[in-house]
């Protein structure tokens, strides 16, 4: 069965930095696109960066340019998320999702459970 797993969310300063890790399960690792997507209360779920398995094709949303490295080992079945300078509006619960395309949630088949990540001001 399909599984991702994320972790490595917290409580964090602004301009701190933190990095998710999402390992994945029960797939081929190889050969699709992992996400990472946010999402805070009352507000759809936004892409925030994804990364072809592949080719290492990367794709990021405005939001996270220049602050945020998606990474994948592929020998580890892991993607990470590095976030860097982060800002309050960072905050919200971080979900991988796989077997998609682009930054769009409606797209992945395969959802972890999340990991919280709070940036206080």
């Known amino acids: 069965e399909p599984q991702l797993v994320e972790s490595g969310g917290a409580l964090v300063q602004a301009g701190g930095s933190l990095r998710l890790s999402c390992v994945s399960s029960g797939f081929p690792f190889d050969g699709y696109a992992i996400a990472w997507f946010r999402q805070v209360p009352g507000k759809e779920r936004e892409g925030v960066a994804c990364i072809s398995t592949d080719d290492g094709r990367i794709l990021y949303a405005d939001s996270g340019k220049g602050r945020f490295t998606i990474s994948s080992d592929n020998a580890k079945n892991t993607v990470y998320l590095q976030m860097n300078n982060l800002k309050p509006d960072d905050t919200g619960v971080y979900y991988c999702?796989?077997?998609?395309?682009?930054?769009?949630?409606?797209?992945?088949?395969?959802w972890g459970q999340g990991t919280r990540v709070t940036v206080s001001s």
């Open positions: 999702a796989a077997v998609g395309g682009g930054l769009e949630a409606a797209l992945y088949d395969y």
